[in-house]
Structures are given as C-alpha cells and as structure tokens.
C-alpha cells in the first residue's frame, strides 16, 4: 500500500469511527427520551387515577360517616368511627408500605427500563 492510500483508509475510517459513535449517541440518547417519556406518562396517568379514586373515597366516606351518624344518632360517633377506619388504613399502609408499593413502583420502573432490551435481544437473535 502507499503511504497516499493508508492516509486515506485512516482518515476513512476515522470519518465512519466519528460517525458510528455519534449515531450510537444519538440512538442511546433517543432511547433514553422514550424511557423516560413513557415513565411520565405512567405517572402522570397514575397522578389523574389517584386523584380521582381519592375524590371518590372522599364522597363516599361522607356518605358513609353520614348513615353512620344517622344509624348511632350522633354525628360525632360516625365521623369518629370513618376517622378511624382511616388511621387504621394510614397504620397498615405505613407498616407495609415496602412490601406495598415500593417493591410495586419500582419493578414497574425496571419493567419500563429494560422492556425495549429485551425487545432488541429478541430481534437479534
């Protein structure tokens, strides 16, 4: 090979090096966006789904308090009675709160991050 024809296959191939790391940047960086895109969006439906479910315990504690006080004749044993329904909710929730949700949340984060791996694995294959 001559000395003009190495120069060029080097500077060839510096060229297309360049090129395939950018690329592989791009690609990562894309890849990255949709994960993170598509874990906004779960929160965000989450978000909108608790909101609701949370104004429709609310309606129907006061439902509930409501008939309670009328069946106990006093106001204040069925509201004290949904109250405590409720602490005793919050007790439990916080006492399993790990085995609950974080263990939840957090495998559906993992399922989000590695889902499209594991979906380029099998292609390649």
């Not at 909108?48 to 429709?56: P, S, T």
Request: aromatic letters at 18%; proline letters at 0%.
């Amino acid at each position: 090979m001559k000395d003009t024809e190495k120069s060029h296959f080097f500077s060839d191939f510096k060229e297309l090096l360049v090129e395939y790391i950018q690329n592989r940047f791009d690609l990562t960086q894309a890849l990255a966006f949709e994960k993170i895109a598509k874990i906004v969006a779960y929160l965000v439906i989450g978000l909108v789904l608790a909101l609701l479910f949370f104004f429709g315990l609310m309606f129907f504690s006061f439902m509930l308090a409501y008939y309670l006080s009328d069946t106990l004749d006093s106001q204040l044993i069925g509201f004290a009675i949904v109250g405590g329904i409720y602490f005793i909710a919050f007790l439990l929730i916080f006492r399993f709160r790990d085995q609950l949700f974080a263990r939840t949340i957090v495998n559906s984060i993992i399922k989000i991050l590695y889902e499209r791996q594991s979906n380029d694995d099998e292609t390649q294959n």
